[in-house]
């Protein structure tokens, strides 16, 4: 469809008889045009003045659609030259796992929310992207380390030994940046064990990677600024992100990591977010090479990088490569990280390490925002690293992690051979078993869920899931040995049922 | 200074020789002209076309500072009709400490941060806005209860007991909303103590209220939408609404609270955020004709009401009204509360109590994009709750803050008499001294702090410092009560040397 008959199109689909606001009749319309590609990227929309003469409502409507639109990253609007059809569509920009819903036909779509049940435009898209499993425990879900492991008994000393000497200085708010024996304890161990150069002042304590990534992007950042992230990525960091208003590009990786192409390189983004150790989830590790480059590029173009170092402990094989940030000469790395995979999820302590010049903006910055606290737990965390028993935990389960990894791929291969090759493994607390081309990973996820068994679907974490490769992720972690090859064998026939299915 | 001669004004300050880009000069001078009031509230600025043609620029760049502004709230666009100064600039709106700094000629200013320092407009705006203490403990901390009575033994023993029987399922993520338990719990408590209807699903556990108004705003409003908040109103708050992209109008408070004026009412908010148990900071109750109307208004104009009951629990006296949302028919009212100031500060726990269509959305909404967990702490908490431990040290506390609050009376009624009145002591854990008129509130907490002694400036919890009242705000729940006369004749102390000065 040419732009110039859109009137016509949309004349021929509002509605005013239906109940439904004009405005959201027209937003909802544009949204399907752009969106089944009826109006092309790239393509100038009529300006308000026109449409809303042409459609005979009020121009006003049409702007604050147009307005709604930019917002929300549909079409562009260059002042003086017009309104033009974003180049790359929010189903593609952010993954919106409802485009389908979107891009249906407007009768069969539920009637919007209103009133009490009206959520914000950010909200709603918030809901429709979530991708938060009710399920945190069990065979295979990736990314929940074995916390029956912890050494309960070596934390429960540190907790009743901080309780007894009690001052009122750990039971209330946390100083900007958290407390200052932990952030010396972490500033050594990031330096030896990832070559991560800092002093304690540049380690911001937080709550994990999502307020990490949280503040670095509220502080760095505004709304409708362009962010890269890795395609696949993380949905939890992109919904993060998007609440915030960042436009997100999704950047191709290879077995080097993220692979910026010319186009992507000609619009150099606010910030970049990106898993040089394991890239997440396929497990690559980032080449020397690509993070010269990108450092490089990041300084030129004054971008902030956030490095997301999460489970570089876990590795069985190769030694991981330093830190980009230990590379990084001109301040433009943000390095976060976080001991939810080391320790327990539920934990809640993660870090920044931000340049020197923002540390005091970020920990200003954090205790403004998120009033954090926990001090208690900080001291005894501090106790837990100084005294090694955090290294000789990861030790340990780097060992048992590394038993379970085998058992799992012994059991793959004793199903499928090499029928269906498993990447990703040689770090990290999951494998990706790559599935046929075409065939729904989805719906394989979906059949393990019926059997009791967890994964997750690999096109999930892809911007455009319908052209995203197939395959599960599957964590082996948190599951105990024994328990490996009969779940393993469940999960191969909710595959085979499946995968004949397609066939 | 009319819109007609902006072009002349800006024309002989932009220099194309400074080094600075002539987008940031523009949008300094612009925002200079506003705050100043050369440009008045309502006035229109010249058309983007017409300013750069008459300034000799480009256009995308005028339109892009024009864009700018609007998202920070001192011009408003009415598509069709123009640009338009903000009714309220930013520095009424939000409270920016450093107007003066932005109103300050541009050659005094600061070189812009560049490079590795800038941050964002909203991270700027932010570490500016600031309220945050470095100090968290000692005479006269407002808002930090005296954690040195808290229960440890108790709690110690739960700690021991639930680390005893651990299983992976409170060592994990939380499932979107908190453990079940601590709903159920809390669910009871909140109806029996505080009139409040819910079910434990419409209960949502966070961290605390940055937390639960973080989701709420992000949940239910857009950036640019407008919400009302009291003046005087928290701080902290206001900072978390503020870098969500929400407009604040400050409505001013009486003895019955919140006191909308007509042409507040003119312009319903999408949200607005109050505290009818106990105004913070002032410690008024909002009168039930006040809450009544203002539950018709929220129905009537379907805003949404943040019902901040904070510090509800410590009366000394007149026993509290029931809760908003007890009174709210129609399912406007988001309730937050926390465990801050009745346990410690540094727990983090709080929680929302919402309608219960928008329970499964903020369940959801608040695993996606704070992954919390804490589930221990929350097990620990339910039972201490169920135990009866929560209500007789509320009751404890209650009895020894009633005292101390009364050693202040007596120590500010010896040094002052009836000169320097105390108000809103009959709730919460500070109260709120009266200075003379005119006299800077802010010199008198610096004067105090020489001392070491912490109070904080009345003026600075208002909208606008520069007309506010002065005063002090005392807290005296973490002060032992053998500390607090003298402490009071060392504030004394700084008061009279200031006022001194002042005179």
């Known amino acids: 469809?040419?732009?110039?008959?859109?009137?016509?199109?949309?004349?021929?689909?509002?509605?005013?008889?239906?109940?439904?606001?004009?405005?959201?009749?027209?937003?909802?319309?544009?949204?399907?045009?752009?969106?089944?590609?009826?109006?092309?990227?790239?393509?100038?929309?009529?300006?308000?003045?026109?449409?809303?003469?042409?459609?005979?409502?009020?121009?006003?409507?049409?702007?604050?659609?147009y307005e709604q639109l930019v917002l929300e990253g549909y079409v562009n609007s260059a002042t003086g030259r017009g309104t033009f059809v974003a180049d790359s569509a929010p189903d593609e920009i952010v993954g919106v796992p409802d485009a389908e819903a979107l891009a249906a036909p407007l009768e069969s779509l539920p009637p919007p929310l209103q009133g009490n049940r009206a959520l914000s435009?950010?909200?709603?898209?918030?809901?429709?992207?979530?991708?938060?499993?009710k399920r945190q425990w069990g065979a295979f879900?990736?990314?929940?380390?074995?916390?029956?492991?912890?050494?309960?008994?070596?934390?429960?000393?540190?907790?009743?030994?901080?309780?007894?000497?009690?001052?009122?200085?750990?039971?209330?708010?946390?100083?900007?940046?958290?407390?200052?024996?932990?952030?010396?304890?972490?500033?050594?161990?990031?330096r030896t064990s990832r070559s991560v150069r800092c002093t304690p002042e540049q380690i911001i304590i937080t709550t994990g990677i999502h307020q990490s990534v949280d503040l670095a992007v509220r502080l760095l950042s505004d709304p409708g600024d362009l962010i890269w992230t890795e395609d696949p990525c993380y949905w939890g960091v992109r919904s993060v992100l998007h609440v915030s208003g960042l436009q997100?590009?999704?950047?191709?990786?290879?077995?080097?990591?993220?692979?910026?192409?010319?186009?992507?390189?000609?619009?150099?983004?606010?910030?970049?977010?990106?898993?040089?150790?394991?890239?997440?989830?396929?497990?690559?590790?980032?080449?020397?090479?690509?993070?010269?480059?990108?450092?490089?590029?990041?300084?030129?173009?004054?971008c902030w990088i956030i490095e997301d170092d999460y489970d570089s402990e876990y590795r069985y094989g190769s030694r991981p490569l330093a830190s980009l940030q230990g590379l990084d000469t001109s301040g433009q790395v943000i390095y976060v990280g976080s001991f939810g995979k080391t320790l327990f999820p539920g934990l809640r302590i993660?870090?920044?390490?931000?340049?020197?010049?923002?540390?005091?903006?970020?920990?200003?910055?954090?205790?403004?925002?998120?009033?954090?606290?926990?001090?208690?737990?900080?001291?005894?965390?501090a106790e837990f690293i100084a005294e090694g028993h955090f290294t000789?935990?990861?030790?340990?389960?780097?060992?048992?992690?590394?038993?379970?990894?085998?058992?799992?791929?012994?059991?793959?291969?004793?199903?499928?051979?090499?029928?269906?090759?498993?990447?990703?493994?040689?770090?990290?607390?999951?494998?990706?078993?790559?599935?046929?081309?075409?065939?729904?990973?989805?719906?394989?996820?979906?059949?393990?869920?019926?059997?009791?068994?967890?994964?997750?679907?690999?096109?999930?974490?892809?911007?455009?899931?319908?052209?995203?490769p197939s395959g599960l992720l599957i964590g082996y972690a948190c599951v105990p040995d024994e328990e490996i090859a009969p779940a393993f064998n469940t999960l191969a026939d909710a595959i085979d049922a499946t995968l004949v299915q397609f066939a």
């Open 248 to 302: 997100s590009r999704p950047i191709a990786v290879d077995e080097e990591g993220i692979n910026p192409s010319a186009d992507d390189l000609a619009q150099p983004p606010k910030l970049m977010l990106v898993t040089p150790s394991h890239q997440y989830p396929l497990g690559m590790v980032m080449s020397l090479a690509r993070r010269r480059m990108l450092l490089e590029y990041a300084r030129q173009n004054q």
């Open 350 to 381: 993660g870090y920044l390490v931000v340049p020197e010049a923002l540390a005091e903006s970020f920990a200003t910055a954090s205790a403004e925002l998120y009033r954090e606290g926990q001090l208690l737990q900080q001291a005894m965390l």
């Open 141 to 190: 879900m990736p990314g929940v380390p074995d916390v029956t492991k912890f050494p309960a008994r070596v934390w429960s000393r540190l907790h009743n030994k901080y309780w007894r000497r009690l001052g009122p200085d750990l039971l209330t708010y946390a100083p900007g940046g958290g407390l200052a024996s932990l952030r010396h304890t972490l500033a050594d161990y990031l």
């Open 121 to 133: 435009t950010r909200g709603a898209r918030l809901i429709a992207g979530a991708g938060v499993s």
């Open 392 to 468: 000789s935990h990861i030790r340990k389960m780097r060992t048992l992690y590394g038993q379970r990894r085998q058992t799992l791929l012994d059991a793959a291969a004793h199903c499928y051979g090499d029928a269906l090759p498993a990447v990703g493994g040689d770090a990290g607390l999951h494998l990706v078993m790559q599935l046929p081309a075409g065939s729904d990973d989805r719906a394989v996820a979906a059949a393990a869920l019926e059997r009791n068994i967890v994964v997750r679907p690999l096109s999930g974490y892809y911007a455009q899931p319908s052209l995203a």
């Open 1 to 65: 469809m040419r732009a110039s008959v859109l009137s016509d199109w949309l004349a021929q689909r509002l509605d005013r008889g239906n109940g439904q606001p004009i405005y959201r009749q027209l937003h909802r319309l544009l949204q399907q045009a752009i969106l089944s590609r009826e109006l092309p990227a790239g393509s100038k929309v009529p300006s308000s003045r026109l449409l809303a003469q042409e459609l005979g409502i009020g121009r006003n409507t049409v702007t604050q659609v």
